[in-house]
């Protein structure tokens, strides 16, 4: 254990040096170093065969997951892959709903039908005898409202942005408890449209069970394959992923998984992970700093390794694996304590063997 002391005294002497010295990260910590003067390339892959944003507008999610991505360096490519299937979804029971409606309101609008209580907006309380007139109303007020809202909060920075989500919670939530029963869900309408509008690059593969997903992992093995990416941005719960993750890492480029499993095999596998909800509420763009963050220590503490003794870090901590590629055998853990533990020698080792079986896949 004398290691782990050594090896978090020097990163912490390291930072220290570097922020007193002011020298680059470029020159010291040569690939990979996040956040310094060598900007990184992120590729966001989308699977939606598993994950088309349910609750949010897609446009606005993939957005939200671009602006996060960003976060981790120059977003670079941004691909979805999904069969025909999940463009055109809509739950059995939603259309049944949408039947009835359809035909209610054309009964109501006829004046055949007459509501005995009068439709009621959630959100300003006025009063409708037709759902049309309320659906009609909804959107002409609250939803501009919101947008508005939205909009006003995607450009505001810092305290200002702070006092704006304040001053805007309970109408937003008020606007989102009402708009579910009014107006109908866009999901499964126009999704592709919508996120090549927000600049993906979406695909359309066969009906054939798992069929995005291979087409998906290919391309990013072939990005892998290419250097064209160092940090990878994976937006899944579907576990078949785990390999190519572990490959990723393999090949020292940092892993996020989006996604709304919780403690699916996909987020432990990754270096940093996050659902839908905090991508959207702009929480996974605060925390990705700290993310940064802990890549850089990784970075500062790999070098280390190198610098002083990498004989000794060969034989013990190495043994175990064949690789030229050594860059790559370094775990991301949650924080410096932990980037510690993982070198020693069980947990390198549990690492490894889980990790070498991935190797060519
Ligand atoms: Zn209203």
Redesign the pocket.
């Known amino acids: 254990m004398m290691k782990r002391v050594k090896a978090s005294t020097f990163i912490h002497a390291i930072r220290s040096y570097k922020r007193f010295c002011h020298f680059e990260s470029k020159s010291h910590l040569g690939f990979g170093s996040l956040g310094s003067s060598v900007r990184t390339n992120v590729g966001i892959f989308w699977d939606l065969d598993n994950k088309p944003p349910k609750s949010f507008p897609p446009f606005e999610a993939a957005t939200k997951l671009k602006k996060a991505a960003g976060e981790f360096g120059v977003v670079r490519y941004t691909v979805a892959y999904a069969n025909r299937h999940a463009f055109s979804y809509v739950p059995p029971l939603v259309r049944q709903q949408r039947k009835e409606r359809k035909t209610l309101n054309s009964l109501e609008k006829s004046g055949v039908v007459k509501v005995e209580e009068p439709y009621f907006?959630?959100?300003?309380?006025?009063r409708f005898y037709t759902n049309e007139k309320l659906v009609n109303?909804?959107k002409q007020?609250?939803e501009r409202e919101h947008t508005k809202r939205l909009n006003q909060l995607e450009s505001a920075r810092g305290k200002m942005r702070v006092k704006l989500v304040a001053k805007y919670a309970m109408k937003m939530d008020k606007y989102k408890n009402a708009v579910r029963d009014v107006l109908t869900p866009k999901v499964g309408y126009g999704l592709a449209d919508e996120l090549k509008r927000a600049g993906f690059w979406v695909r359309t593969v066969s009906d054939k069970p798992q069929a995005a997903d291979v087409a998906l992992r290919n391309h990013l093995v072939d990005v892998m394959d290419k250097r064209m990416v160092e940090c990878v941005v994976l937006v899944s719960d579907d576990s078949d992923f785990v390999e190519v993750l572990k490959e990723a890492r393999l090949r020292c480029l940092k892993t996020v998984v989006v996604g709304d499993c919780n403690d699916g095999a996909l987020k432990r596998t990754a270096d940093a992970a996050f659902s839908w909800q905090e991508i959207m509420m702009g929480k996974a763009k605060k925390e990705a700093v700290s993310v940064v963050g802990r890549w850089k220590d990784r970075d500062v503490l790999k070098r280390l390794e190198w610098t002083y003794d990498p004989e000794v870090e060969k034989k013990q901590y190495y043994s175990k694996v064949e690789s030229d590629d050594s860059d790559g055998l370094f775990s991301g853990e949650d924080d410096n304590k932990d980037v510690g533990a993982s070198i020693s020698k069980e947990d390198a080792r549990a690492w490894w063997e889980l990790d070498s079986r991935s190797g060519h896949d």
């Open positions: 907006c959630r959100v300003c309380g006025r109303h909804f007020i609250h």
